[in-house]
């Protein structure tokens, strides 16, 4: 399990194209930022709260599992 | 603090009302499993995944999960407040479920027991209907399925809805973002394979990126109440800030959920049931480290490092990293190859860092 936490872990990784977090200005423009934004913040909280040696997954959200298609 | 947790799919049974069209549980890959995964089997499964596990999301998932009897899922979630009393396990529970089946029981049942339902509904009745009848009569299923959404709803449920990106859905975005808008329904695309033989049911990469397109902007430039969460997107945008976000088959790995089969049988995804090469063990018959040791876990996590060049050197490719492995297996031949959906990412990403730049510069 050890290899497959290191290979979660290094995900990561820098992304190449990165913005500032946008402003309470921007996101009024475009209010599905602030989905964005809470999923990010909701992703990394349980990124950390599950990171124990045998974590197969950190989050599960509504559909996350393909429907047989 | 050391915690470790499981999302377990669980299949508890192969049988369905629906015939979708483009199902990829053929009747020979039904065949090989048992129908049902009996409640016996189920519980012993869970009493020796909360042996190991601190915390699992079990997903009712099938066929048609709600066709079997409501006294099946009662007798799941009572054993798993055994279970917590027992070892401290914390079980949190989801149904994927075509919406065919209503009760007012089974809609208290799920309210009380916390399950939150996912809904299979294509779009519009025009879209819905084109490639998901009954299986016996051939019917179309989407006014009873639009009507129980409803009922779930009234009764304080907050289902979702699950879309495929059908060539009749990708026709038109405008439709589709209008229908789940005024049904106020958050809603998933999930790509389909492309190895279909039926050219009228999967759409061209350039149709599903002019989708995707016309989609986002719909979505990105709407101001009026309710904002509804549509993924990817919400994890495409995410993933501008944060590498911890990403559907299953946006990521590097296919390590976000374990399958079960109604044999035993453990999968890591259930797009890769079909082939025996790709089963991990049997929880019924082996335990969970040794499940977790089998070398098919290595040989899926080896893609990331293998990919075709042109993934590597792509702008997208940790956004990305070539689509979903089992689609690339089934469309490529190729476990490490990219999937037919390459191009149509690469539009959607493209696209979303123009919008975010001019959102960014303060421009609409």
């Known amino acids: 399990m050890s290899q497959l936490k290191n290979n979660l872990n290094s ?28 999923e990010k913040e909701e992703a990394e909280k349980r990124a950390n709260d599950f990171s124990g040696e045998r974590d197969v997954c950190s989050d599960l959200e509504w559909g996350d599992y393909s429907a047989k298609s | 603090m050391t915690m470790n947790s499981i999302i377990l799919i669980a299949k508890v049974t192969h049988s369905c009302n ?43 998932h099938g066929g048609e999960p709600l066709l079997l009897p409501l006294e099946y899922f009662q007798a799941i979630i009572d054993f798993q407040r055994q279970l917590y009393e027992e070892h401290g396990t914390e079980f949190r529970n989801s149904i994927q479920t075509n919406g065919t089946v209503y009760t007012n029981e089974l809609c208290t049942f799920l309210k009380n027991a916390d399950i939150h339902i996912g809904i299979s509904l294509d779009g519009t009745r025009e879209t819905h209907d084109k490639n998901r009848p009954f299986k016996d009569s051939d019917k179309h299923s989407f006014d009873l399925i639009i009507e129980n959404t409803y009922k779930f709803k009234q009764s304080g449920l907050n289902p979702s809805a699950l879309v495929v990106a ?31 033989t039926e050219p009228d049911i999967i759409p061209t990469p350039t149709e599903l990126a002019s989708f995707y397109e016309k989609l986002f902007d719909l979505w990105f430039y709407d101001t009026t109440e309710p904002i509804l969460r549509i993924r990817p997107f919400t994890s495409m945008l995410a993933s501008f800030w944060s590498t911890k976000v990403g559907d299953c088959t946006y990521r590097s790995n ?41 070398p098919v876990i290595d040989r899926l996590e080896r893609r990331r490092d293998n990919l075709p060049v042109s993934c590597r050197k792509c702008e997208w490719l940790e956004q990305c990293w070539g689509g979903c492995a089992a689609c690339a297996l089934k469309d490529k031949g190729n476990l490490f190859d ?27």
Request: hydrophobic share 35%.
């Open chain 1, 11 to 38: 995900n990561e990784t820098t992304l190449e194209f990165k913005f500032d977090i946008p402003n309470q200005e921007v996101i009024k423009k475009h209010p599905a930022l602030k989905l964005a934004l809470d």
């Open chain 2, 18 to 60: 629906l015939r979708c069209r483009y199902c990829f549980y053929t009747k020979s890959l039904n065949d090989h499993f048992p129908t049902t995964l009996s409640k016996e089997d189920l519980r012993t499964i869970l009493r020796k995944t909360s042996e190991y596990w601190d915390k699992v999301s079990l997903v009712f």
């Open chain 2, 166 to 196: 059908t060539k009749q859905v990708v026709k038109d975005a405008r439709s589709i973002y209008d229908f789940y808008k005024t049904h106020k329904l958050d809603f998933k695309i999930n790509e389909l394979f492309s190895d279909r």
């Open chain 2, 254 to 294: 296919c390590s976000k959920f374990m399958v079960l089969e109604t044999d035993g049988s453990i999968f890591s995804c259930a797009r890769f049931s079909y082939n025996t090469e790709f089963r991990l063990g049997n929880i019924l018959y082996e335990s969970w480290p040794k499940i977790l040791s089998s």
């Open chain 2, 338 to 364: 990219k999937t037919h959906w390459c191009a149509s990412r690469k539009h959607i990403f493209d696209h979303i860092k123009n919008r975010l730049i001019y959102a960014m510069k303060g421009a609409v």
